[in-house]
């Protein structure tokens, strides 16, 4: 047991689009989770690790919890949920909202089952006024299950700050569970996929997003030039949708090619070479095989 060095896991939850990637993503100092304006983004727990001198904090981004549609849904659900259980303390992230909505009011019931430290974080508060604030604080404080609660804004910075420091209250003496340098458990290949995943999210709208899936075929350093070659497979639901994705005479595509592009060279230090595929796998997302095989394998949960 380590005197002087606390460690713990915290998971995120909350519903989709709350900003729990963003949270993570800020806390780490790295983009670790992809961040979109659409729901689903997360779609399964994804570790996020941060060092000082006296901790290691591992937080777990979880898929936004809604009644799922499909089975990927169902596997993201189940994911967010085994994370109430699986950490050592739970922060909940809600958004600036004056009401406590359906999916919310499941949620809480779910978190006063669980034995663990609950930490509430109140998103998005540069939207509302410093009295909106404090009645969003009341609001949750009847509830009566949230050991503390701290009012953020994750995209401005706001407040931020006091997260880690809360943390550490309820963190226990305890060595590292990963290296120092280590920022992810995530593999470099998932990193790069979604990625790429991201600019799909960004460049494509309605329903489309959620039936893309990005596999990475190729990720290798040429030997005589200081290039990496990255050949990636964007997987689609639909003929219809790998039309919209190409664009006409393909300038869609390019355009998620070159802001991918951009951001895996600044990720892996070096010039990429990215080649990107379509191909359709109709209805993959209510396929148990196609989504074991996209890894998202119940089992491993």
């Known amino acids: 047991m380590e005197q002087n060095h606390k460690s713990g896991f915290v998971s995120l939850v909350g519903r989709p689009n709350v900003g729990k990637s963003t949270v993570m993503n800020h806390l780490v100092g790295e983009k670790i989770s992809i961040v979109s304006n659409k729901p689903q983004t997360t779609r399964t727990k994804i570790s996020g690790i ?23 849904g169902k596997y993201m659900l189940k994911a967010s949920k ?26 809480i019931e779910n978190l006063k089952q669980t034995s663990q430290t609950k930490i509430l974080l109140i998103n998005k508060i540069d939207e509302i006024t410093k009295d909106e604030v404090l009645a969003r604080i009341a609001m949750y404080s009847e509830i009566g299950i949230f050991d503390e609660i701290i009012p953020i804004s994750a ?6 700050g006091s997260i880690v420091p809360t943390l550490k209250k309820y963190l226990v003496y305890g060595p590292k569970f990963y290296p120092e340098e280590m920022s992810t458990d995530q593999s470099l290949k998932v990193m790069v996929s979604e990625m790429i995943r991201e600019k799909l999210l960004l460049y494509t709208q309605e329903e489309i997003p959620h039936g893309t899936m990005v596999q990475i075929e190729t990720l290798k350093e040429r030997k005589d030039k200081d290039i990496i070659d990255v050949e990636a497979m964007i997987f689609c639901e639909r003929d219809t ?54 890894g998202f394998d119940e089992k491993e949960i």
């Open 50 to 72: 941060y060092n000082d001198e006296e901790s290691q904090i591992v937080f777990v981004d979880t898929p936004g919890m809604q009644s799922p549609r499909n089975k990927l």
């Open 155 to 160: 995209l401005k910075g706001e407040n931020m």
């Open 241 to 294: 949708h790998k039309r919209i994705i190409i664009g006409k005479d393909g300038r869609k595509l390019k355009g998620i090619g070159m802001a991918a592009r951009k951001d895996l060279e600044e990720l892996l230090g070096k010039q990429v070479n990215l080649s990107l595929w379509i191909k359709v796998k109709k209805n993959w997302r209510d396929n148990q095989n196609h989504i074991r095989n996209f």
């Open 82 to 107: 085994s994370s109430l259980h699986d950490t050592d303390v739970i922060v909940y992230v809600v958004d600036s909202s004056g009401f406590i909505g359906r999916m919310d009011k499941i949620i």
